[in-house]
């Protein structure tokens, strides 16, 4: 079974528009941490955002914030305002315990985002 | 902010060669992973290491794989004999494992091509 999907291949939004990239996330694991990757055409993985599952509020990061609906397992990342530098390659990502008392970091297949001009 | 680096950008190899990937993780890191990207798709996992042992490997890291931290400061993957399937994108990345935020930084890849 996955435990990070991303069912949103590819998505568009205006410049200057607000777009939602899903996520939900599959554990049993009480504690677990959910975070937001970007990456650019150029390759890089620049991190974007961090929810604990432990966190009463949403986390927010200038013009990204995580909606985070525990009983939904979901952890959408909401762009404000976007802008063409944003256009990229968005990855969701779980962080959970594993096995051997180490974290272990699992990603979703990605969402591809184009902003247009 | 610190950065973990990796050595080479790019590597271009014989299949049926070796290769070593370098990484050199942020120095006040405990934990340290290899994962890798197919043709800019799924981050898959490899292997994670801590206290100089692997804490997990995934399915994809077998007996062709295996991982050193020679130094203390140097973190390295090896490819015994590559396969054209190695062809990826290998990122190095380390976390501190803060209680409040275990966020992991990447390297910025080693291109790995096999021909």
């Known amino acids: 079974a996955q435990k990070i999907t991303q069912t949103q291949p590819g998505m568009f939004v205006q410049e200057k528009e607000a777009v939602t990239l899903d996520c939900t996330y599959d554990t049993s694991d009480p504690s677990y941490g959910l975070f937001w990757y970007k990456q650019p055409s150029s390759g890089e993985m620049i991190f974007l955002i961090y929810?604990?599952?432990?966190?009463?509020q949403n986390a927010t990061e200038g013009r990204y914030s995580l909606n985070f609906q525990k009983a939904r397992k979901s952890a959408n990342l909401v762009i404000s305002a976007s802008q063409l530098g944003d256009s990229a390659m968005y990855f969701c990502?779980?962080?959970?315990?594993?096995?051997?008392?180490?974290?272990?970091?699992?990603f979703g297949t990605g969402t591809r985002l184009k902003v247009l001009a | 902010e610190p950065e973990v680096t990796q050595t080479p950008s790019h590597q271009v190899t014989q299949m049926g060669q070796e290769v070593i990937l370098r990484c050199v993780p942020i120095s006040n890191h405990l934990y340290f992973y290899w994962y890798r990207q197919i043709l800019g798709q799924k981050v898959e996992f490899l292997v994670s290491?801590?206290?100089?042992?692997?804490?997990?490997k995934s399915e994809i890291f077998d007996d062709q794989f295996s991982v050193e931290r020679p130094d203390g400061s140097n973190f390295t993957l090896k490819i015994r004999s590559t396969k054209l399937e190695d062809s990826a994108m290998y990122f190095c990345?380390?976390?501190?494992?803060?209680?409040?935020?275990?966020?992991?930084?990447f390297g910025s890849g080693t291109q790995l091509s096999v021909l």
């Open positions: 929810q604990g599952s432990y966190d009463q």
């Open positions: 990502a779980m962080r959970e315990g594993g096995t051997s008392g180490t974290y272990k970091y699992i």
């Open positions: 290491f801590y206290n100089n042992e692997i804490s997990e």
């Open positions: 990345a380390s976390s501190a494992r803060q209680p409040t935020n275990e966020k992991l930084f």
